[in-house]
């Protein structure tokens, strides 16, 4: 729902900023990395208001709405630390909860400290923790790839029905395609969407400790204790 009314209220901002500057400008702008941290539907907004207090709330405003779509990414992440720390992948300690707030508070802190001094090397590097959003190429490839695993089940599941198997291969494909073309977008065009590759890097990174912290702990537990931490995957798939 959060990422439904982000989409929305941003496809809002850029019409009107379409309306008010033309076509033109307004993609050269986007497209100009010169301006493209100066130019957007808050600064348009700013100057077009022709309030005083208007303009303050909203500067103030657009500050809030980065952070908390940044925050918001944090805190959601905190759950992969929790279920690897549960299943015996990642330090017992993430999986420790607080007594009384109810919730994972180790590895909130973790995340903080990553996520502050992500913000810290993109405002350095980049001048706008905006640069961060280059890492929504992520859950894009991710959702795609739910779109195939359904198109997958579909065929090799013989017991699903005839009509179930044609929804199930016609929504994954579809799926599919749509997160496909939207990873292209953000490839093609990063002056506009924040690529970078401290974003992409971001990315790469977490894939690629994800595989090694696996092997290791299962090694480990392997050797150490004769458990075989593969198995908490047999019956409930990996989020």
Excluded at 84 to 105: C, E, N, Q
Excluded at 149 to 178: D, M, N, W
Excluded at 187 to 194: E, F, K, M, S, V
Aim: glycine share 10%; no cysteine.
């Amino acid at each position: 729902m959060a990422a439904l009314v982000t989409m929305v209220l941003a496809t809002v901002g850029f019409e009107a900023m379409y309306y008010s500057l033309g076509f033109r400008f307004t993609t050269e702008a986007l497209a100009n990395p010169n301006v493209n941290g100066i130019i957007n539907f808050w600064t348009v907004a700013m100057a077009l208001s022709g309030n005083y207090a208007l303009r303050w709330f909203i500067g103030l405003a657009s500050v809030i709405w980065y952070l908390a779509i940044l925050a918001y990414g944090a805190i959601v992440v905190v759950r992969y630390w929790f279920a690897l720390a549960f299943d015996r992948v990642w330090p017992s300690a993430f999986a420790y909860l607080s007594p009384r707030f109810g919730t994972p508070i180790y590895a909130h802190l973790f995340d903080l400290a990553v996520t502050s001094i992500l913000i810290a090397v993109t405002g350095l590097f980049y001048g706008t923790f905006t640069a961060l959003y280059g890492t929504e190429i992520g859950p894009l490839t991710y959702l795609a790839f739910v779109g195939l695993a359904a198109v997958i089940i579909a065929l090799r599941r013989g017991e699903l029905g005839s009509g179930v198997k044609a929804a199930l291969i016609v929504a994954g494909a579809l799926q599919f395609l749509v997160f496909i073309y939207l990873d292209y977008e953000f490839l093609a065009y990063p002056q506009i969407w924040g690529g970078n590759w401290l974003a992409y890097g971001v990315i790469i990174g977490a894939f690629v400790l994800g595989i090694i912290a696996y092997l290791v702990a299962r090694s480990i537990y392997l050797r150490r204790y004769g458990m075989d931490i593969s198995v908490a995957y047999v019956e409930i798939p990996p989020e």
